[in-house]
């Protein structure tokens, strides 16, 4: 505030136009009083300069005789730093554009005038666009250059502080093209070569803000501009994605093409590091088939040509991701997606087990459906996350193939081996655990790995049979069978003859099951009328029967 006392007149403030054109006279009689002064002056008024201030017009006895403060309002003036012989009114008399239209009948000639001057604006007609950036980020790998589509926060105020705007208090960025007349001329210029996350002041006179009209509301006429910035979000319609590897796994013996289905984890951020949305913290990998449409287009391009393991980072700009709507919350309209991903494994539905094979020297005798085969196993999945061990039990996994007693996969993989030798199996889902896993143990969806030594093999029965005879069965087998010759054989006297032929060497169980259990089987298989006994007419062997039957 500064207070100017003229002896005979004052006036260091000439409006452009005025109705009389006195001449210049010296300025020894002003009195110039500073009652306040900010802490920051980047600026003084110079000659030529454009100004607009508040006033207080009074007598030296404290009568006021003008305010803009009362009016409310400004006077815009040229500084010409003239004085005038007789005194001037400058209330009523000067509006904003500086025509007369008013008297000076309310102060007497020659008579001393204070004035109250509040400074709120200085421009002129050569100024530029001021930037000054008060925060960079370290890297700043892309700028902002004309017909990109940006998206930034601001807080919108006149030279002297008054908050005119802000996009904070709608809690909505200001989403626009730049360089291309969406916005006044200063911003336009001011907002190219930001880079996301710099926060810099940018500074307009008025003729590059709203000119000699202002917007008609909160920004009044020639008006200088102070917009503090800070930018978020950053594109141009033609881009595409962009890939960067952050870790690639020492092998990498397949990539990823379309229709693969792929398990992998992420972390999904705005380009400004706001986080959205991530997969850890659900403790679930997402699961997708990429290529397909499945997922938005962005990253189905992005995730094509992955190894399993492989880390990379995927930028996808809004044309490619959720568009100009987003996703109503989390994601805005127009926002660039970042995503550091993880892939955890991936298949395609036509995959077969794939099978890797250290054999022994000597390797004759290999397995076959019905085999009964003993074999230790180290499971994970692709990214070698530990799933089990027979190992951790001391004790083989024992299992009759081609009996469904393990997944389609291990059956495949199993079948060919030979005592001693070692297998890597890579088993897609579909011959797995399929798209529900096991509960707490392995994932929907997930690729098993299983590092197999066979240790010990069975030679099985025929397919079809549970019990076989070493040698010429007897001619009096339904005889010998009947131990109290009643003519009939009840399951005791069944069971305890096949077991003595087994026992003597003379017959064979099926390997790998519960011999009770077979001899029961069996013996249901020769009741014919199912009245619990078997009599002689009922009585077959199995090359006598018509269809086959698991039993003698």
């Known amino acids: 505030m500064i207070r100017l006392t003229v002896q005979m007149i004052l006036l260091a403030f000439l409006v452009t136009f005025v109705a009389c054109n006195p001449p210049p006279l010296p300025l020894d009689d002003i009195v110039i009083e500073k009652t306040f002064t900010p802490d920051r002056c980047d600026r003084m008024v110079k000659s030529g300069d454009f100004v607009r201030y508040h006033y207080i017009g009074m007598f030296p006895d404290g009568k006021k005789f003008d305010s803009r403060l009362v009016q409310n309002a400004c006077l815009t003036s040229i500084v010409h730093l003239l004085i005038w012989p007789k005194a001037i009114c400058v209330c009523r008399v000067y509006s904003h554009a500086g025509r007369a239209d008013g008297t000076c009948d309310n102060i007497p000639p020659d008579s001393i005038l204070h004035f109250d001057v509040l400074m709120l604006d200085i421009w002129n007609t050569e100024d530029k666009v001021q930037i000054k950036t008060y925060h960079k980020p370290e890297s700043c790998g892309r700028t902002v250059q004309v017909s990109d589509y940006i998206r930034y926060h601001y807080n919108g105020t006149l030279l ?21 007349g969406w916005l006044i001329a200063g911003m336009d210029q001011g907002l190219l070569g930001m880079c996301v996350g710099e926060k810099r002041i940018i500074t307009l006179p008025p003729f590059l803000g709203y000119g000699e009209n202002g917007d008609g509301s909160d920004i009044p006429a020639q008006a200088s501009l102070v917009f503090d910035v800070v930018l978020l979000d950053l594109h141009n319609p033609k881009d595409e994605i962009t890939v960067e590897a952050q870790s690639l796994p020492d092998h990498c013996p397949r990539k990823s093409v379309v229709g693969d289905f792929m398990r992998y984890h992420y972390n999904g951020s705005l380009l400004d590091g706001t986080f959205f949305d991530s997969s850890y913290s659900r403790n679930r990998t997402y699961d997708t088939y990429i290529g397909k449409g499945y997922v938005i287009a962005g990253m189905d391009q992005g995730l094509l040509g992955v190894c399993v393991g492989e880390r990379r980072r995927i930028v996808i700009p809004p044309h490619l991701a959720y568009g100009e ?3 109503g919350t989390k994601i805005p309209g127009s926002a660039v997606l970042v995503f550091d991903v993880h892939i955890i494994d991936f298949h395609n539905p036509s995959d077969t087990v794939e099978i890797t094979s250290v054999k022994p020297e000597n390797c004759s005798n290999n397995t076959k459906r019905g085999d009964f085969v003993k074999y230790h196993y180290n499971a994970t999945l692709m990214d070698g996350t530990y799933i089990g061990s027979t190992h951790t039990f001391g004790k083989t996994y024992d299992v009759v193939l081609g009996a469904g007693q393990v997944v389609i996969g291990m059956e495949q993989g199993l079948i060919g081996m030979c005592v001693g030798e070692k297998r890597k199996l890579v088993i897609p889902p579909h011959l ?35 019990f076989v005879w070493n040698s010429d069965v007897t001619p009096n087998l339904f005889s010998e069978m009947d131990k109290n ?29 519960d011999p009770q259990r077979i001899i029961e089987n ?15 007419d009922e009585f077959k062997l199995k090359a006598d029967e018509a269809a086959a039957h698991d039993e003698l």
Request: proline residues 3%.
């Open 160 to 180: 002297d502080g008054t908050l005119f705007d802000s996009s904070h208090t709608r809690m909505r960025t200001y989403d626009t093209y730049v360089g291309i």
């Open 432 to 466: 797995a655990y399929g798209e529900r896993g096991v509960d707490g143990e392995v994932p929907g969806s997930a690729v098993l790995v299983f590092d197999v030594e066979l240790v010990d093999l069975e030679e099985g029965l025929p397919e079809g049979y549970m």
């Open 522 to 536: 069996m013996y249901d298989n020769q009741d014919r009328n199912k009245d619990g006994r078997i009599t002689e």
């Open 325 to 327: 709507e987003g996703t």
């Open 485 to 513: 010759k009643d003519a009939q054989v009840d399951a005791t006297e069944f069971s305890d003859y096949i077991l003595q032929q087994v026992k003597e060497g003379k017959g064979r169980l099926a390997p790998g099951f």
